[in-house]
C-alpha cells in the first residue's frame, strides 16, 4: 500500500508571515493509511523545522 505524507504548518502567534520570519512555527506530519511512530514524528518535524 503506498503511503501517502502531508506536512501542514501552523503558525503559532501572529501572521503567518511574521511567524515564518521569526521562526516561531511547527510543522506537523500526517500519514494515511498509518500514522508514523511518536518518535520518528517528532524527529522529521524537529529536522524539517530546522531546515526551513
Known amino acids: 500500500m503506498i503511503e501517502t505524507e502531508a506536512w501542514v504548518l501552523y503558525e503559532r502567534s501572529g501572521a503567518a ?3 515564518l520570519d521569526s521562526g516561531d512555527f511547527r510543522l ?3 500519514s494515511f493509511p498509518a500514522p508514523a511512530s511518536d518518535e520518528c514524528w517528532s ?3 524537529s529536522a524539517a523545522g530546522r531546515a526551513t
Do not use: T
Open 17 to 19: 508571515q511574521s511567524a
Open 43 to 45: 524527529n522529521r518535524c
Open 28 to 30: 506537523e506530519k500526517f
